[in-house]
């Protein structure tokens, strides 16, 4: 059986790494858990104790481009109002704010990165 507290970790090819490093560190507050290259450049980002970790992965080697739609979604849960100054620091470091429909337009904001996924701010509680 799977430990339901097994960390996960969402792994994204990029277009341009560093813009999307900018959005979610320097808008969103994600800080670098790991950061190299090789056959990749590869950036983790993340909060130290989460169970959870985004990995950005790009570079001129990268065999598949970014390709969202308006489903992929990574939400995070905030249990409480969405910070207007957030979302205008999500915007200031290349991210645009959209529409995502009925009910996450509801219950939050969402904001596209720059290669487009969706970041939902949900003011509801898992």
Do not use: K, N
């Not at 960390?7 to 560093?18: I, T």
């Not at 670098?32 to 909060?47: P, Q, T």
């Not at 992965?57 to 249990?79: C, I, K, M, N």
């Amino acid at each position: 059986m799977i430990d339901p507290l097994v960390s996960v970790r969402l792994a994204r090819p990029c277009r341009d790494l560093a813009a999307v490093r900018r959005f979610y560190v320097d808008g969103l507050g994600l800080e670098v858990l790991y950061e190299g290259s090789g056959a990749h450049d590869i950036v983790m980002l993340g909060w130290p104790r989460a169970s959870w970790h985004l990995e950005l992965v790009g570079g001129p080697h990268l065999s598949v481009s970014p390709a969202p739609t308006e489903q992929d979604l990574l939400v995070l849960y905030l249990a409480g109002p969405v910070d207007d100054d957030l979302v205008r620091r999500l915007a200031a470091h290349g991210g645009t704010r959209v529409t995502q429909g009925d009910y996450w337009d509801r219950w939050g904001v969402t904001v596209a990165d720059p290669d487009g996924y969706r970041l939902v701010l949900s003011t509801r509680s898992w």
